[in-house]
């Protein structure tokens, strides 16, 4: 049985895909108002692809209420998993593990510190989705789910059951790398698409010579964490990055152009604070943070 933690764009696709799988799966909302709406819709989530929709019944329950936990996955903003951690906290057992589903760096982190007991995994994940409505997720893009243990264990039995059941998932030796390759490739793309309002495939031309700048920064950072293997091959998988997801809106874009609070803090300012940490001068990344803030400041966003 999972427990999934928000019931957002990437939890509802999770509670879908297991649901679909036959995996036993719930989801815990925010508050009652959620719960109640949930359950008047008849705990019916749809899953919407090109091929059509699937519905599944998938039962929802609050944070303080219900059983033990066993296998949880935060499916929240980077901004929200502290909080989200803290209303299971006495549901989770030790060897309870729990899997992040995050963008960027720094919420893994907090994470970890706050569940000595319990077995932390990280994941990087490359699905798009998005939500029509409360109820409704659209799989907008199928990508991958690479996971693993930071200190390097070996997987849980489930991670096979995933992949036996066609969920799309991966088990890293060394995750970190791959967060911290995802996390140089969010700081290379979406700053531009936020301050240039640009689909990732002009970032090239409206970038022009600041993205070779930045991405012999972003190679120097990378050095700084003992990741040349990444680093090495940076500039190429940017530039595939952006001819692949070309006609895309970057998630920061998406994040500006519907008023809601970005990640920023734990993409842009997990790289500064590691750069400066690693006495690094990295004048172009702190510049296009610097602009960042100020753009979020004049649209009344929170700059963390
Ligand atoms: N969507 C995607 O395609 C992808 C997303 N990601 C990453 O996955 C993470 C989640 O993204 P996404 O699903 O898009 O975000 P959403 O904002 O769609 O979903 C987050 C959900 O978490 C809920 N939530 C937050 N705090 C709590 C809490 N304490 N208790 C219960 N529910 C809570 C939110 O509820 P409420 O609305 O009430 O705040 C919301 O429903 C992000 O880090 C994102 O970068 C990575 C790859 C792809
Ligand atoms: C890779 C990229 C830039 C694709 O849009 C992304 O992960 C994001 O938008 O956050």
């Given amino acids: 049985m999972f427990h999934v933690l928000g019931a957002g764009s990437l939890g ?123 109820c409704t997720v659209v799989w907008a893009g199928r990508g991958l789910t690479r996971m693993g243990d930071p200190r390097h264990g070996t997987p849980p039995g489930w991670v096979e059951d995933l992949q036996a059941a066609g969920i799309a998932c991966q088990w890293e030796v060394d995750i970190l790398p791959v967060l911290w390759e995802k996390l140089a490739v969010n700081c290379a793309i979406n700053p531009f698409t936020a301050l240039h309002d640009c689909a990732n495939g002009e970032v090239l031309a409206l970038a022009g010579a600041r993205l070779p700048d930045l991405l012999l920064e972003l190679q120097t950072l990378l050095s700084s964490q003992h990741m040349d293997h990444v680093a090495e091959p940076l500039p190429a998988t940017v530039m595939d990055v952006i001819a692949r997801t070309a006609g895309n809106s970057s998630s920061m874009r998406q994040d500006l152009a519907a008023g809601r ?26 510049r296009l943070y610097a602009e960042l803030l100020a753009l979020l400041a004049s649209r009344d966003l929170p700059v963390s």
Avoid at 38 to 48: P, V
Avoid at 261 to 286: K, N, V, W
Wanted: proline share 3%; net charge negative.
């Fill in 12 to 134: 509802l696709l999770w509670a879908a895909r297991l649901a679909c799988a036959g995996i036993e799966c719930r989801l815990i909302l925010r508050d009652q108002t959620a719960l109640s709406a949930w359950e008047a819709a008849g705990s019916c989530l749809t899953l919407r692809q090109a091929e059509g929709d699937q519905r599944f019944t998938v039962p929802a329950e609050l944070a303080d209420q219900g059983e033990p936990i066993h296998r949880l996955v935060v499916a929240t903003k980077a901004y929200a998993v502290t909080d989200a951690l803290d209303s299971v906290a006495t549901r989770l057992g030790p060897g309870s593990e729990v899997l992040l589903l995050q963008n960027g760096l720094g919420s893994q982190q907090a994470a970890n510190d706050a569940l000595p007991l319990q077995r932390v995994l990280y994941a990087s994940v490359t699905d798009g989705a998005w939500l029509a409505d409360r």
């Fill in 261 to 286: 609070r970005t990640e920023i803090d734990y993409l842009l300012g997990f790289a500064c604070r590691s750069a400066r940490s690693a006495q690094l001068q990295l004048p172009q990344l702190e």
